[in-house]
């Protein structure tokens, strides 16, 4: 159903061309929370919006006649919910304000909180990934491993990494009293909150002048940082490179197409995009070419952007993939600003490979398969690496 140009003038909307791939499922329906009766509402849409009658005699029932008084805002997000979840997408989903303002962001690459990567163990306990160099968790003495057991006397028990990270990045106070445990020893460590940049790049040259580079998200200051990386290696006479994506979800679409820019002469097609009823190709905005191997490390942590990335450096570059299955994302949304200072994200494309292969559900298949040993999971070094150990060889 497409909306009619006259309510499309009402409503302040704002889009965003992005890769992502963020779990859950969600909403969107918008109420105008100034009418108070059903019919009054529907009189103001034309005929062809009728369906939404039964809509509003509910919201308006609730609202007159439930036993106790409801928040208005929660049956419009509950509303918006029903009707992204009646898609079966998992990608299209609803975002109210407090989830909108973590989402921008993330993607932005700042946020008030203690500069760390968390993640979700098989134990369901929440521990710290990687710490960012000069930031308040390396301040504190945090260490990687450390496990979450309370911030503020709140307990984290069966929280998930999401549940975890919103809470360090509260705003409500700027400092917080962390219960850790690291290893068997448990310890109370207090950090001071600051505004982060979030590097989504790291680098470093590696023995044989093998550089590497860690990209774990798609960002807005992603490409800028993964250029920068890319000069000061290739300055230090790199002659080959690994680019690690493991773990990385995704994220703008024009992110990954810069970043695959810098590898691809301009007459080079970089993805295709699939709407409904024309497939579209897309090539490489700049003339710029490199010769030397590259490898690419991908998990199944690996989606969307990350997986455009990955097969179009297969495909066209000659790129060895290392490492496991990827996600399989092959969609891509937009974000849409609601009036209220909400947000949908939605599916509007499919994207497929240069060569024009769909991997939406499937994943890409790495030129060798190499699991993550346990080795590294228990201690993460280097030399535990298997997947990055396996990318050197290659590159000898």
């Not at 079966?88 to 993330?106: I, L, P, Q, R, V």
């Not at 949304?333 to 499937?362: A, R």
Request: charged share 30%.
């Amino acid at each position: 159903m497409r909306m009619n140009e006259k309510i499309k003038k009402h409503l302040n909307t704002s889009l965003i061309i992005i890769v992502s791939m963020i779990l859950g499922s969600v909403i969107t329906l918008f109420i105008n929370s100034s009418i108070e009766k059903a019919n009054v509402v529907v009189s103001n849409y034309s005929s062809e919006y009728s369906e939404f009658e039964p809509l509003f005699e509910a919201y308006d029932k609730l609202n007159d006649e439930y036993y106790k008084d409801l928040k208005k805002e929660k049956l419009v997000d509950g509303a918006i919910n029903g009707m992204l979840e009646a898609t079966g997408d998992k990608h299209t989903m609803y975002f109210n304000k407090k989830a909108k303002k973590e989402f921008e962001e993330e993607l932005s690459g700042s946020y008030y909180g203690i500069g760390a990567e968390i993640q979700l163990n098989d134990d369901k306990t929440v521990s710290i990934k990687r710490i960012f160099d000069d930031s308040p968790a390396e301040k504190a003495g945090l260490k990687i491993n450390d496990i979450f057991l309370k911030i503020d006397g709140k307990s984290m028990k069966g929280k998930n990494a999401s549940e975890v990270a919103n809470t360090l990045r509260s705003t409500k106070v700027s400092k917080s009293t962390l219960l850790i445990r690291r290893n068997s020893k448990e310890m109370e460590i207090d950090v001071t909150k600051e505004n982060i940049t979030l590097f989504s790049v790291s680098s470093e040259m590696l023995d044989n002048k093998i550089g590497y580079i860690n990209c774990s998200l798609f960002g807005e200051k992603t490409y800028e940082q993964f250029a920068n990386a890319l000069d000061k290696l290739e300055k230090d006479n790199m002659k080959s490179l690994i680019i690690d994506l493991r773990g990385n979800s995704g994220g703008y679409l024009s992110t990954v197409t810069n970043m695959l820019s810098i590898f691809m002469d301009s007459d080079t097609v970089i993805y295709k995009m699939k709407e409904r009823n024309k497939v579209t190709e897309y090539k490489s905005l700049l003339n710029g070419k490199k010769d030397y191997k590259v490898v690419i490390l991908v998990d199944k942590d690996s989606a969307s952007a990350s997986e455009i990335m990955a097969s179009s450096m297969k495909e066209k570059y000659g790129a060895t993939l290392v490492g496991t299955v990827t996600y399989g994302k092959g969609t891509v949304q937009t974000t849409f600003d609601l009036s209220n200072e909400t947000m949908i994200k939605y599916t509007i494309q499919e994207w497929l490979t240069p060569e024009g292969n769909s991997i939406n559900n499937k994943g890409i298949t790495p030129d060798y398969e190499v699991k993550l040993s346990s080795e590294y999971k228990k201690n993460p070094k280097v030399e535990n690496d298997n997947q990055l150990q396996k990318a050197i060889e290659l590159l000898k």
